[in-house]
Structures are given as structure tokens and as C-alpha cells.
């Protein structure tokens, strides 16, 4: 029990410091000095692993040496979101560059079985008011957001300014002429003023380094990748395929937690290696109610992201809107939270009373486990030891009873820190062999590696300075959209700026104001702009000021890619590098800063 907390919590029924104790000795367990290095990259003999299994091959077109005002890199939500708000800005000489062969991104790639989005549709799904579009439900499956990408690049035009199948492989700045040249696997060498770059957080795929992986004599795929072909079937399910099929999947992150029960209903036999236990809460989806919704008014899409924003980092509302998973340890919080106004408390009591009221959340976590895995030693495996957001917590109906289909085997790998070996057509787990046909590697997406990496090329900027050398001690940015040396060039995502669960609004906003910046630049007759080396800096100081809070929580954490695999002090994992006080405070500097019209720490050339 903590000592700065009142009496009124020394009878919890439960012991927080056994249970501090517990989550130490699991991550503990855990924690691998290779942290990032335990993964391969997909690239030589592993390319192939991200080939593009929806498009037809033979595809070749001409190469383009256009000359455009904007190239965009990236046509999921973040490159969607940017083109939409150039368009409204007046902005119509877009490019946009995109591997895949359709908008979507993660939608596009990311088709298994059951693939669903675990933020409310209604704050995950952009520009609903602008394309008066309402979801089916309340939490969208993957085919509804995959059409809605579609959505709108249709409504904005944006089909006329795709290049699909393509990857860029070099950014070069040309001082001269003041043009990026974006260079691309077809052979093109387009000439623009700006770029975006939109390349996503969880765009390349990884794969664990575990022994022997690439002699495996069965078959293999990456759940973003899924294999229809071979397990008959589709986002729905009926993979008949598999029914002679004995499968492993690896990994039990938010993807397996939604496609293995539909493996485990066609297999043969399904066995999942199982390293760290996700915390599995309530679905609870339903269908939208046509009067709540025609009941909206104007405004209620940004309204409602707003609210999940404060709810999701424990600020106070007045009412919480979204009401679900996400928010609910945050219920727990406020109802904890002295309710007379003027009763102050302390910061490190604020704390306890956070730990505890996650240590009540992951309790009915655990508790849960029970009502649907009648054995009790896969039932103890399945419980997950560690503070809700140290790993994308997930919501899901039927994963936890697949477990007691006679035909699906959890295999705890946590004492041997994962797979151990992979022999012939064997996955080799605690010395055990099990002989299977197929792997299904749903081992995530890189987080940790270096941006470059993620993407897929370099950036070389003024007097060819490579953006991986002037990023290799750590992210400097103004903002975090754009670098010293770097004109003109700008990203969207997490880089320095906030983060939030809910990605696309985090995109939205980035949207609008690097669409400010660019048309300020354009309607001054300016060349180029970027941060100056003053102002980058001072962001980046404020930045890491203001994480420190952070880093005590992820050090606890149980290894995962939300604290750079354990390996905190070289990384803060996915969200480690942004702006502490949250997406709307962030939202508001910004406004401030266009309502200035300053355009204050940018230098024009
Ligand atoms: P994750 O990175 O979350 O999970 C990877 C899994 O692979 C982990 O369980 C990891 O274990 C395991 N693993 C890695 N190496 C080994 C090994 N050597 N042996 C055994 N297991 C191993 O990937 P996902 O694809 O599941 O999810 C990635 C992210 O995508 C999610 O966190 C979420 O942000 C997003 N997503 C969102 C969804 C949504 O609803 N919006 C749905 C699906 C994904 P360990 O935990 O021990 O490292």
C-alpha cells in the first residue's frame, strides 16, 4: 500500500505491492539485451515476405519526370488527410506516391480474418461530417475503413494523382532550382516544391530473428500480408483451406487477438506461441443508431475526438462520450479523485491513485481470463502482469474462448523469452518440437529502428546532408514536422508532436496546418522554408522536458514496441518522443501560432 495514500485504501482486497512485485519479475522475465536487434528486416532473402499479394504482377508503366507543387508519400489516412486539406486550400498540383495498389495503407495492407479498428468508428474514421458518411458501428471492421480511404480520394480527386506500385527510394534537394528530387523504383524522377511525407508508424513489417527461420520447409506469411490463396476464405472468415492444415501463429499482439479465432475455427490444429499475453478486454460492439445519429450536430465529429483526447491521458471531462475500453480506467480514476473541488492533492498522490486504479483495471483483466478458459494453466498463462498501457491493450469477444476449442494450444514461450528454434517443419518452444505446416508471423511492424529504415529511402538535404546522420543522436524538428537543412520537407505522424491512440485525428490536425504553412509559402512568393536551428532546438528541449514524466512508467513496463523493447534509455518506444500535455494542448499552440501569422522559428530561403 502506498504511504502518501489516505486510510480509505489500506482495504483494497488486493496487496499493490505484491502485485508491483509480480509486474517487476515478468518484465524482468522479459527484458533481452537485444532488445530491437532480435528482429530481421525484410529485405534479401526476406523480401519477398512484403510483396503485395492483392495486385495482379506484371504491372510497368512509364517513368515520370513531372514537375508538381506537392509529392506526397504515403496514401493511407495520413497522406488522404494531407492531400484532402492541400485540395481545400486551393493546392491542385499533387502527386501522391503509393506502394501499395490502392489508397488505404494499413487498411490496405492489413486484410486478415476479423481485421477490425479498436478506436470508436465515429472519432477513428476521418472526415465523416465533410462526406456525411456515418459507420455501421460503433468499432468498424477493416473493409468498411479500407472503402472509406476510398471514400475519399474519390471525393477529392485523388485518384488523378496516384502513382500506385511505387516506392520512393531517394529525396534529394536541389538548392538551385529549389526542387526536391523524389526518385522511385519505376524510374521516375519527379521535380517538386514540397514534400509530405506520410509513411505511417506501423508501415514495415518485422520478423523475429529466431534460429533457423528462414530454412522453415513449410509455408509462412505476415499477418499484413494474409495468404487467401492458401487458407481459403476471406475477411470474414471460411478459411477452408486450412482444415488439413496444422498452423502456428506467432505472437499475440492486437492482430492475432482478432484473427485467431477465426484460424482456430478452420485449422486443423492451431498453435499459439505466446511470448507476453495482451490485456483482452469487453468488445462490446453494436450497430449505430440511425436517431442518435440524424441527433449530431455540426461539429460533434471533432467535439467527440476532443473529448476521447482528455479522456485518454486522464484530463478532466464532463461527460465521457466514447464510453468504452479506452476510457473506462479513467472512469475508475475520477470516481478515486477527491470530488470536493477545493480538496487538493498531491502529484505523487495523483500517481498512487493512477497505479491503482489500473492495478483494479488489469485485476477484472485477469479475472476475465477465468470466465472463458475452463483449463487453468493455459487460463494462468493468458493473464497479463503489467499496467494497462504499457502494451496496446485490445478488445475482443471471442479470442479468450478459443482457447477451450480442442483443437487450438496456447504455447507459453515466456521462461525461454520466445520461440526458441525453427527445424525443418518444426517450431521448437521450451524443447518442445511441434511439427506444423504453416507460420503465421504476427510479429508487428518496426518501431524502434530508424526512420529512414522505416521508409525506405534517404533524405539528402541542403549540401547533401542525410536526414539519418542529422537525425542519429535523436528526432530534431520544429514541431515535428520539419528539420534545419530539410526545405520544404515535411512529415506527418509521431515525430515531436502529440501522440494519441487515436491516429487519424493526430493526422487530421497535421493535415490542416503543414496545408498553412505550405500556402503561406506559396502565396509569399517564397522559395522554400525551414526550421531555423534556434527554434528546432528549443522544441526539442521542450519535448524531452516534458517526457521525463513518462519514463519512470515505460522503465516498469514489460518490453514491447511502446517502450523500444525495454530498452528505454536509447528510445522511448512509439509515443516516447511527443508532446506530454496531449493532442489538444498541442492543437491549441499550433492555432495560436497561425493566428500569429508569423510563422515564428522558420527561416525562408
Ligand atoms: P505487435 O507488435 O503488437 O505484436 C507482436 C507479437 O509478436 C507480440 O506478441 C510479441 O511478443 C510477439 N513476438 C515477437 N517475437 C517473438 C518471438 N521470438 N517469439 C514469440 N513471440 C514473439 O504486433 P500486432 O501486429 O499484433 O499489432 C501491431 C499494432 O498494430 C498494434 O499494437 C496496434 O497498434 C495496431 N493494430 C491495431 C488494431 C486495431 O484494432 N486498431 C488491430 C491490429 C493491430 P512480446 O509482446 O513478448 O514482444
New binding site residues.
Partial sequence: MSTVLPRKYSNLGFDPDALREKYREERDK?LRPDANE??VEVEGKFAHVVDDPYVEPGFSREPLEDDVDVVIIGGGFGGLLAAARFREAGIEDIRIIEAGGDFGG?WYW?RYPG?????ESYC?LPLLEELDYMPREK?SYAPEIFEHSQRIAKAYDLYEAACFQTKVTELRWVEDSARWIVSTDRDDALKARFVVMATGP?NRP?L???PGIEDFEGHTFH??RWDYEYTGGDHNGNLTKLGDKVVAI?????????AAPYVGAHAKHLYV????P?SVDIRGNKPTDPEWAKSLKPGWQRARRENFNDMVIGRPVEEDLVNDGWTDIFRTLANMMPQDKDEQISMEEAAALAELADFKKMNGIRARVNKFVADSKTAEALKPWYRQFC??P??NDEYLATFDRGNVTLVD??QS???ERIVDNTVI?NGISYEVDCII?????E?GTSYTRRSGYEIHGQNGLKLSDYWADGLRTLHGFSSHGFPNCFQVGFSQNAFS?NLTAVLDDQAQHVAYIVNEVMSRDARYVHPTSEAEAEWVGTIRRLAVSNTAFFEAC????YNN?GDVAAGRG?GGESYAPGLNVFNKLLAKWREEGELEGLEFG
Fill in positions: 522479459r532480435q528482429y494499413t492489413n481485421a477490425q479498428c479498436d478506436i477513428y468499432y506501423l518485422k523475429p530473428a529466431i499477418t499484413s506467432i505472437g499475440t499482439g492486437a492482430t492475432t487477438i482478432q506461441f505466446q511470448r507476453t495482451s502494451k496496446r485490445t478488445f514461450t515466456s523469452q520466445g520461440v518452444a508471423f504476427a510479429t508487428g511492424f518501431v491512440v514489460t518490453p514491447g514496441y523493447e512509439i
